[in-house]
């Protein structure tokens, strides 16, 4: 007899069209109090994936498998974690890279603590300020987002290596052997793949060596059930599996690269791969209804901006209000307003700026953004500015988590940027290149791709890391893991790794249903309440009397999580996210 449930039977597509047409929460009545009551729960519609022993959680099914097995095989989180990150290079190449950067939050059980690792791209040591801004001083965004002058210098090879060596047991080797098989033997083809290269044809068509891998001979693009063969990658995969990441930043794929950047006018140098080092930081922490949020810490926002913002919504009874009432929503986006406007001022990398973290993060400082806000009325975004933190104390992306049965967690967020990167695929490798040079300010006062606004702290500058919204958090209980997150979404990023802690704290909701859930957001600028589709009409009729804005989007986000609870480990992959897969054993 088949015990498996229905949703774990169902399509991700199915899944998606179940949330967003049936999922409808708000009230009819006319009484303020009783509109902020739900009508209707999902929280028993879904259920997250169930293992005693390890789980593996991301965008792509191939590399979650990759990342179940290397845990049977006796590899701890991190071993795993790592060995997903390259097969996601090769079985999710809109996001999943060797070419891009990201960041890594670790819980290392036996040591008991947490720690950060910063692989995030760096701007090469000729960039300038003012290097996109034709004669008329205006942004030329062709040459930011699609040509070799757009692409950091790439940290995920260092990254993905430097957490194997610190924290792994299995050899480097012994990780990257799956990714090198799935690049060597080919992959066949989903039709979220197909869709996504279908998407982007125009855009990876424009060089020769990415339609060479990504299009048929005769011109076509693949479809579904076709087989993807990578061989340059392959190769490039079986160098650094030999070699190191030398391999990659001072051996042959260091030549391929520089190479590629002086025929095409791009500024990354053989010097700059040599100098390029991931950096370990200290985590970000606060605490939230006694639970503590350790996340990442600048050069991104996501860490500092979503603990802000639980500071806020600390002050008011959420749940009580109901998951996705009118207040509730209310309360999310007023605090985003202030969270989005702070961005935009005080954050940057902070070896070149001086980031006030402690400030923004502080309870104190909350408690004086929370008495900004009218508990009824939407505030206009023109009238607020960044606020003035107390004083210190001293869209393609993609996310995966992992916890292995002796207490080990990672969480990790990585990209190339856009939907494939910048479209340029290095000659003879295979490898994708980031166009990570529109994360920072091109111009001040000129919003980014994901509509950003930024200062001059996040400027252009040799060697600075731009500034990111990927939020890898880790949520612990009594001092352990409890809840490993984060998200793809580009400025969509932090809020949705928001809503994902609040519907399991607040609302409490189990993983799947947490995840599902219709989602919200807002950035400051511009003044618009983004919402997916399944909210109730009354609901976001009383949003739009006290004076939001409404903008229905289509998805946001495709948060990868797992929750460690008694009985064991519960995972929940993004229905949002066609491929993506929560496995464990």
């Not at 880790?474 to 490993?484: E, I, N, S």
């Not at 989007?553 to 929750?563: K, P, R």
Request: net charge negative; with cysteine.
């Amino acid at each position: 007899m088949n015990n498996t449930p229905f949703w774990a039977l169902a399509s991700k597509a199915h899944l998606a069209c179940l949330v967003f047409c049936c999922v409808l929460v708000g009230s009819t009545s006319d009484d303020v109090f009783a509109q902020d009551t739900p009508i209707f729960s999902h929280r028993d519609i879904f259920h997250p994936v169930f293992a005693e022993h390890g789980m593996v959680v991301s965008q792509e099914a191939m590399a979650t498998r990759v990342g179940v097995e290397i845990l049977k095989a006796g590899g701890n989180a991190i071993d795993a974690a790592v060995g997903v990150g390259f097969a996601l290079a090769v079985t999710l190449p809109q996001a999943g890279n060797l070419g891009g950067g990201g960041f890594m939050l670790i819980y290392n059980a036996e040591k008991n603590a947490a720690m950060a690792l910063d692989y995030r791209e760096v701007a090469p040591a000729t960039a300038m300020p003012q290097m996109f801004l034709d004669e008329e001083g205006t942004v030329d965004q062709s040459r930011l987002r699609y040509s070799h002058q757009s692409v950091g210098v790439p940290g995920t090879v260092a990254g993905l290596v430097e957490a194997l060596e610190a924290h792994g047991t299995l050899s480097l080797q012994a990780v990257l052997a799956p990714a090198i098989r799935l690049a060597r033997d080919g992959i066949i083809v989903s039709p979220d793949l197909a869709l996504a290269i279908q998407e982007q044809a125009t855009h990876l068509s424009q060089w020769p060596s990415t339609r060479r891998i990504f299009f048929q001979p005769d011109g076509t693009t693949y479809r579904p059930g076709d087989r993807l063969i990578q061989k340059d990658l392959a190769w490039s995969l079986q160098q650094i599996s030999e070699q190191g990441p030398g391999a990659f930043y001072d051996g042959p794929i260091a030549e391929r690269v520089s190479a590629e950047m002086r025929v095409h006018g791009g500024l990354i140098t053989k010097e700059d791969l040599r100098r390029y080092r991931a950096v370990w930081r200290k985590p970000v922490r606060g605490t939230y209804r006694g639970y503590e949020i350790v996340s990442m810490p600048p050069p991104s926002s996501g860490g500092v901006h979503l603990i802000q913002m639980l500071n806020i919504l600390e002050h008011e009874p959420l749940q009580v209000f109901g998951h996705n009432s009118a207040r509730t929503i209310h309360w999310l986006v007023e605090s985003m307003k202030l969270a989005y406007a702070d961005r935009s001022r005080w954050l940057g990398d902070p070896e070149f700026v001086e980031v006030p973290v402690q400030g923004l993060i502080s309870k104190d400082y909350a408690k004086r953004l929370h008495a900004l806000i009218d508990p009824q009325k939407a505030r206009p975004s023109p009238s607020i500015r960044p606020s003035n933190p107390l004083p210190y104390e001293g869209r393609d992306t993609t996310h995966f988590s992992v916890m292995d049965q002796d207490g080990n967690v990672v969480s990790n967020t990585y990209t190339i940027n856009f939907s494939f990167g910048s479209g340029i695929v290095v000659e003879g490798t295979g490898i994708l290149l980031n166009n990570e040079m529109d994360d920072f300010v091109a111009k001040p006062g000129t919003p980014n791709a994901y509509g950003l606004m930024g200062s001059t702290a996040n400027a252009i500058e040799p060697k600075k890391r731009p500034l990111s919204s990927m939020t890898p958090t880790l949520v612990l209980h009594k001092g352990k893991p409890f809840l490993a997150t984060g998200s793809p979404g580009g400025s969509h990023i932090i809020t949705t790794t928001l809503q994902i802690i609040v519907n399991v704290i607040d609302h409490d909701m189990n993983l799947a249903s947490a995840t599902a859930a219709p989602r919200v957001h807002h950035q400051w600028r511009p003044d618009d309440v983004r919402v997916e589709r399944g909210f109730s009409p009354d609901t976001l009729a009383l949003l739009e009397q006290w004076g939001h804005t409404i903008t229905v989007q289509e998805t946001m986000g495709g948060a990868q999580s797992i929750l460690k609870g008694p009985q064991g480990l519960f995972g929940a992959s993004d229905p949002r996210k066609p491929d993506s897969l929560a496995a464990g054993y």
